[in-house]
């Protein structure tokens, strides 16, 4: 019941929806996502990093790992939103990714999807989401 409960709610439908596709579809290996769970928990963190007041009240919608050298490292931040994502939500994911320092990010919406990278400092637009084997390749070309 309280699955169905959660489902009703918009935004875990597209969060529900999007990981059934990044898993069915973009071969994300399933172990390797991390969904609404406080920043400061994330698993790729060291106890040093987590000294440095990483905000404990800010949760992320989903995150995508890789397996980097031996360690587990930030692929994809995701921010879903069941209507189009606004400056609002650009704002607060690139907040979120300060802290988390993934290579990409993406808004994902019943209605709309973008997918950017970090290039020299900037975001740089590469349209709708990859697999997980193109995001790879593209940090270890």
């Known amino acids: 019941m309280e699955y169905q409960r959660l489902l009703s709610l918009p935004e875990e ?3 529900h929806h999007l990981m059934g596709r990044l898993i069915n579809e973009l ?24 000294q440095l007041n ?21 692929l994809v931040l995701f921010e879903v939103k ?3 994502p606004d400056h609002k939500a650009f704002s607060q ?3 979120y990714n300060h802290w988390i ?11 709309h999807e973008g997918l950017f990278a970090y290039n020299k400092g900037r975001l740089e637009s590469l349209g709708s989401l ?11 070309p």
């Open 130 to 140: 990859k697999s997980y084997k193109e995001l790879c390749c593209f940090l270890n």
């Open 54 to 74: 990483i905000p404990k009240d800010r949760r992320i919608d989903l995150l995508a790992y890789t397996w980097q050298d031996g360690l587990l490292k930030p």
């Open 13 to 15: 439908r597209v969060r």
């Open 101 to 111: 320092k993934s290579p990409f990010i993406a808004f994902v919406s019943d209605w």
């Open 93 to 95: 994911i690139l907040g």
């Open 82 to 84: 069941h209507h189009k």
């Open 27 to 50: 071969d994300f290996p399933a172990n390797l996502l991390v969904k609404e769970r406080a920043i400061h928990q994330l698993p790729h963190f060291t106890t040093d990093e987590l």
